[in-house]
Structures are given as structure tokens and as C-alpha cells.
């Protein structure tokens, strides 16, 4: 199936373009869903076009545009494109296939979530935060970010290089995005300017929810990158972004910038071949038992007996499993990247192969 002539122009638009959509439209998401949420609670919702939705909805215009102008370039250029998957007779690149998917999940999630506010909940955010629009919008902003990662990763073995400095910055930036956006799963707990001494909020649900995705991300990015540091320029970049989101009361960024060097440590000292399975588990670990000390630091060690108890499992073990995660996606990561490197290499001739 030959693509449609008017779809052809598309597959003339740089690349730097299309990357620049995408990035665009999840950092319009970003700001646009922390203004939503400050809203929601603040000031109630109003309408489907109040002045975040409007910031959501051209973030979600870019991220759609650049998942279809890159699958319908790479179908057609599949040179600089990542592995392909056939589509309605297209082979799409799996990393827009991702970008596009995640926009369509949005697509639905938003009409949804004004009729699910109308007929279901009257406006009430504290009951729909976990309703199905909410969840499908979510789940949509996550799966693109991970299709602009992997994009990220792919085009830096095709593009500039695998030591381009330029390169390794998108890394780090996809991945600086990827744990924004999975740090979105903390929801209405980032609204509050102290600790208020809920257990279940304090002890398991907020310390679980910052560790099942710091530290697979973190192992995630070094795996990608294959370099030391790429951890911490990670965190820098999600602590920036989340530093901006301070407003009216929302909390303080998790302390994932003070931590992330064990990760890039271990790596440094293991190197590539050593940092495997066990590895990233101990790095987990390790950087739960950290993340569980500065935690305390910031509460001034007013805890009680049941919190430390349940704090010391839940961060630990969601730390632990969410390493080995971030190892397991890092080498699916890998085996694209190389797969794509294989396939970009120049073909040879027929006529200039030796007869033997």
C-alpha cells in the first residue's frame, strides 16, 4: 500500500521538526496538567475550555502531529527511523507508533472526561481523579513520552552519532520527561505545602508512588545512554520542570536529584556488561534507603513507630522492583537500538559482491 500522494510532503519535514513537535507539545501537557490540577482544587472546574484545558489541548495537538508526520516519514525514509511495525500496509516506526498512540488515548480521554464530569461526577475532581478519562489521558501522556525517549535514543545512533553531546542531551531529556510524567501518578498527593500525618498517605501511598518510578527510569537512562551522569542530568531536568509547578500549594519536587548519583555511580564503577539484573536491584535498594533518610531529614525525625515500619518496606521493596523494571525495559531499549543500527548501515550492491 503506497501512502496517499498528499500525505508524500510530510515525509519532507526535517527531522529536528518533528522532534521539536513532539517535545513542544509534552511540555505544553506538563504545565498545562499541574495548572489543571492547582485549578481543580482551587478554583473547581468550570468548563472543557478553561485556560489549562486550552494548554493540554495544544500540547496535545503537537504530540498528535508529530506522531503522524514522523510514522508517515518514517514509512517512507525508514533509514533514520527505529524498527518498524505494519500498520493498514504501512510500516510505522515503533517509536511514533507510540508518540500516536499515546495522542489517540488522549483524544478519546478528553470528550470523555467532560461528559464523565457532566453525567457522572457534577464536577467534583476529589471523585474523579482516577476515572477512566483521568486514567486513559494519563496512561496517554506516558506512552507517548516513552515513544519520545525511545525516539530520542533511536535518532542518536542514526543521527548524530552515539558520542554526539547533543545526543545524549535528548536522552537525558526524554528521560527527565518519562519520570515527570510517571510522577503524575501521584495525583492530588503533590498538593500540599507540609506532611499532613496520614499514614497511609505518608508511609505507603506517596514514598510508593515515588519509588515505583525514580529509580527504573534512572537505571533506564544510564542503559539507553551508556554513559555515567546520564541519571543525574536526568533528575535535574524532571527537578526543574517540577520546580516550576510550585505553585499555590503544591509540594516540594521529591529529593530524586540528591539521589540519582548512586545510579550513574554504579554504573561508573560495574561499567555497561557489569551493570546487569543484580546491579540495578542493589541500586534500587540503595537509592530506596536514601530516598527513605532524606524523607525523614525533611520531617525533622517526627515519626512514629508504625510509619518507619511501613515507610522502611514499602520504599524498599518498590524501590527494589522498580530498578529491576528500569533494567528490564533498558534492555529492550537496547536490543532496538541495535537493531536499528544494523538496519541503517548502507547496503551493498549485488554487483559489487566478490564471486568466490
Not at 478554583?43 to 503537537?62: I, K, N, Q
Not at 564503577?269 to 537509592?287: D, E, I, N, S, Y
Not at 525533611?298 to 522498580?322: K, P, Y
Request: charged share 10%.
Amino acid at each position: 500500500m503506497d501512502v496517499p500522494r498528499l500525505l508524500r510532503p510530510l515525509s519532507r519535514v526535517p527531522r529536528w521538526a518533528i522532534f521539536g513537535f513532539a517535545l513542544t507539545g509534552l511540555l505544553l501537557q506538563a504545565f498545562g496538567l499541574y495548572w489543571d490540577i492547582w485549578r481543580h482544587v482551587v478554583v473547581g472546574r468550570e468548563s472543557f475550555f478553561t485556560p489549562p484545558h486550552l494548554v493540554l489541548y495544544a500540547g496535545f495537538g503537537y504530540v498528535a502531529l508529530a506522531g503522524i508526520v514522523g510514522s508517515i516519514s518514517g514509512a517512507i525514509a525508514p533509514r533514520w527511523a527505529g524498527p518498524r511495525i505494519r500498520i493498514v500496509g504501512l510500516l510505522v516506526p515503533v517509536e511514533f507508533l507510540l508518540i500516536g498512540t499515546g495522542a489517540l488515548f488522549q483524544a478519546v480521554a478528553f470528550p470523555w472526561d467532560e461528559a464523565w464530569h457532566r453525567l457522572v461526577a457534577e464536577g467534583l475532581v476529589s471523585e474523579t481523579f482516577w476515572s477512566p478519562p483521568h486514567v486513559m489521558a494519563i496512561a496517554g501522556g506516558i506512552v507517548s513520552t516513552f515513544g519520545f525517549f525511545l525516539a530520542v535514543v533511536l535518532g542518536r545512533t542514526r543521527w548524530n552519532g552515539a558520542r554526539n553531546a547533543l545526543g545524549l542531551v535528548g536522552v537525558a531529556l526524554g528521560a527527565g520527561l518519562l519520570l515527570f510524567s510517571l510522577q503524575v501518578l501521584l495525583g492530588p498527593m503533590d498538593f500540599a505545602t507540609t506532611f499532613n500525618g496520614q499514614v497511609l498517605r505518608d508511609a505507603i501511598a506517596y514514598p510508593t508512588g515515588v519509588s515505583l518510578a525514580a529509580p527504573a527510569v534512572l537505571v533506564l537512562a544510564v542503559l539507553a545512554g551508556r554513559r555515567a551522569g546520564l541519571a543525574t542530568v536526568s533528575a535535574m531536568i524532571y527537578t526543574g520542570l517540577r520546580s516550576l509547578m510550585v505553585v499555590g500549594e503544591f509540594a516540594l519536587p521529591p529529593p530524586i536529584l540528591f539521589l540519582a548519583p548512586l545510579v550513574d555511580l554504579a554504573f561508573l564503577v560495574l561499567g555497561p556488561r557489569k551493570f546487569g539484573f543484580v546491579a540495578a536491584t542493589m541500586t534500587g535498594g540503595t537509592w530506596a534507603v536514601l530516598f527513605y533518610v532524606v524523607y525523614l531529614v525533611l520531617r525533622g525525625f517526627a515519626v512514629e513507630a508504625l510509619f518507619v515500619s511501613l515507610f522502611s518496606f514499602t520504599v524498599f521493596i518498590a524501590g527494589t522492583v522498580s530498578s529491576g523494571i528500569g533494567f528490564g525495559v533498558g534492555g529492550i531499549v537496547q536490543k532496538l537500538e541495535n537493531s536499528a543500527a544494523i538496519s541503517s548501515r548502507p547496503m551493498v550492491p549485488s554487483a559489487a559482491v566478490p564471486v568466490g
